[in-house]
Nanobody, 122 residues
């Protein structure tokens, strides 16, 4: 089982930037895909971005392409989400998630953090 702790959320004006971090512990971080998801009030949780175990592959939701960047530092057991040009519709609770199976792309996500709140004011 892996433990995930997100940080870096906050209140920012539209057009601003934030960088989220997710620190992982409990298993070999460098062998699992990682992802970011978000859930706005009254809406279902949605996919934001994912990154492969080595960092060589990434995928993004259409709504964040060109604005958000996912990355990871396997020496620090941490995955990041750099969010630029933020919009009010990006307001949500952002969750980090870890893949279920080592070395699998497009994996299921089996472990979740508690989330960090991002609020974008207009």
């Amino acid at each position: 089982q892996v433990q995930l702790v997100e940080s870096g959320g906050g209140l920012v004006q539209a057009g601003g930037s934030l960088r989220l971090s997710c620190a992982a512990s409990g298993r070999t971080f460098s062998t699992y895909s990682m992802g970011w998801f978000r859930q706005a009030p009254g809406k279902e949780r949605e996919f934001v971005a994912t990154i492969s175990w080595s960092g060589s592959r990434t995928n993004y939701a259409d709504s964040v392409k060109g604005r958000f960047t996912i990355s990871r530092d396997n020496t620090k057991n941490t995955v990041y989400l750099q969010m630029n040009s933020l919009k009010p519709e990006d307001t949500a609770l952002y969750y980090c998630a870890a893949g279920r199976t080592p070395y699998r792309w497009n994996d299921d996500f089996s472990s979740w953090g508690q989330g960090t709140q991002v609020t974008v004011s207009s």
